[in-house]
């Protein structure tokens, strides 16, 4: 889309956000625009929860020119890739350029921590992820803080103790792994 095009999309969003905002007032929305332009006149209907694209792109360029191959990890762990068994085999030649296919074949799942996990730190929790379930990494955790809001902490540092049921984010082969855990 290009110029009156994405005036037009995001007029449209914030028209039909305002609409239902006026009909249902306690409901909370959920809205995605595609640009920035819009996102004071949400906020002035009240509208808490707003994903933006164009703000996503500029935090992830930003954060690549402080970490060089950022925004190659978040999108391997967004994007769906699935080699075969097979072709993993005819690419053990490949060297590091492996590793990176074998990576790429990775993704983000979230999942419920057991109860087996209840009194250990999350460095703890880590350890034993990795260790119990092939290349399977325990990135963060959500979990409530002290006033009661819902909160995701990526690799919290040792006084965070988890208590078994939090939701926990890892990178896994699978789905099925992540369950397993």
């Given at each position: ?39 004071l ?75 087996k ?53 890892v ?11």
């Open positions: 889309l290009v110029g009156s095009e994405m005036c037009i999309r995001d007029r449209n969003i914030m028209l039909s956000c305002l609409a239902f905002k006026d009909y249902c007032p306690d409901i909370p929305l959920y809205v995605q625009l595609p640009h920035s332009r819009g996102l006149y949400l906020m002035a209907a009240n509208v808490k929860y707003t994903l933006c694209l164009d703000q996503i792109k500029m935090l992830l360029l930003g954060q690549s020119c402080l970490t060089p191959g950022f925004t190659t990890l978040i999108s391997n762990l967004i994007l769906t890739f699935s080699p075969e068994d097979e072709e993993l085999g005819v690419k053990r030649a490949w060297g590091w350029s492996y590793e990176y296919y074998v990576g790429m074949s990775h993704e983000l799942y979230g999942c419920i921590l057991p109860s996990f209840s009194g250990l730190t999350f460095a703890q929790a880590a350890m034993i992820v990795y260790t119990h379930f092939k290349n399977t990494l325990l990135i963060g955790v959500q979990m409530k803080n002290r006033e009661g809001d819902v909160a995701i902490l990526l690799n919290p540092d040792e006084s965070v103790v988890l208590s078994g049921g939090e939701i926990a984010f990178i896994a082969k699978s789905q099925q792994i992540a369950q397993k855990i």
